[in-house]
DNA sequence: CTACGATTCAAACAGTTGTTTGAAACCATT
DNA sequence: AATGGTTTCAAACAACTGTTTGAATCGTAG
């Protein structure tokens, strides 16, 4: 391994900071329980607020590869894509982050959420930089499979996302499929009429895309 | 008035648990903005735990019995009721919550997101407690206006407060309105797309509520 | 074996945390 | 003016925070 050490306490510092949040983990609660020595984390990672942006930058870029992989597939399937499929692509990768840790489905989510949180803070800054275009992607994808413009779509959008982060907060790792299911259909329903209420736009300027 | 001191902590606490979390909040920043003595927190509400909980307790007796009073109007004026109606009766008091913080539309919404991302600890027991009543209230209206079960209803429920939550959490001022109007939209299409899933549920049993 | 860079370790650093204390100040009632 | 209960205040408390330091240990290439 390149470093056995620094992984450990980034897997113990993700549990510990989904669990009691950023500020009420200690460094020393994660080192301990990571069985490292204190000064490791300053020594591996520079500083609480960098180990910080780690575990995120971690997780995140696998969920955005990922996301864009499914998204891809989608889209060379067919023309225009189908929308079911698209917000599975954007709904199952994130059920894999929490439940590849087993025995507590909703980590990840709970880490989402406090992140989010933090509103005007270096992290919340760095999350939406690094989500920015994968929405973009989405969005566009969705106004494909809709016959929409892409512009109101990311209002929508986000109420799929706060749906998705919220419910799997708390969902346990059994029901997990089963609530996946329920969301797309949630969705799709939802994205499906709110694209009647705005008039069609069929016009090349918009479409091209 | 009856204690001024007590108020005014109050206040600010709750605006600055919201920009930066409970934990990351000191007393003596509250009662330096709140223009009181560092010993007032612990003379007025005991510790700082219980300063959190009365935040909470103070706008979610406001916001349930704002919800519940209008629900109930709903129900009063038609049977079935209205499913849009029902929707207003429960998006629009957090709306109103979140819009009287002047210059920051989004605060309670970050607060509750807060909240609930303390998972096993005592707020968020105290808030889950606090809102099961409201939650099958409406659980009971909504399954009246679809004329199905209320059991997988909350499942759907949460959907609507995830997106509730996440979205007006960075909603400026200006947008709440037609954000909360766009939310039912989306929320109505997605209950009903779920109702029609499920076989309709008509006997006895289930819908004496 | 030796030497050297990478890693670990115990110890200490200065600063901050929530809480407590006892005296001072306030304020209405006698 | 004197009383007694409520509220404020400055000061101190022990405990804990993230970070730094310099020596000890490790693993490996010369």
Redesign the interface.
Known sequence: MTDSTRQRILDTAEQLFA?Q????TTLRQITREAQANLAAVNYHHGSKDALILAVFQRRLDELNSERLARLHSVLDASDPPDLEKVLGAFIYPALLLSTQSAGDG?RFM?LL??A?????TQLHGAIARQYSHVMRAFADAVSRALGTSPDNLR??L??????????M??TTDGQVEE?AR??I??????????AL?EPRQTSLKENIA
């Open positions: 669990d949040g950023f500020h009420a909703g709970r959420m406090r989010w949180a933090e509103h005007e209002q929508q986000d109420f799929l996302i706060g749906a998705l982060t919220y419910t907060a708390e609530t329920a969301l259909r949630f969705g799709c329903a939802g994205l499906r009429e709110s209420a």
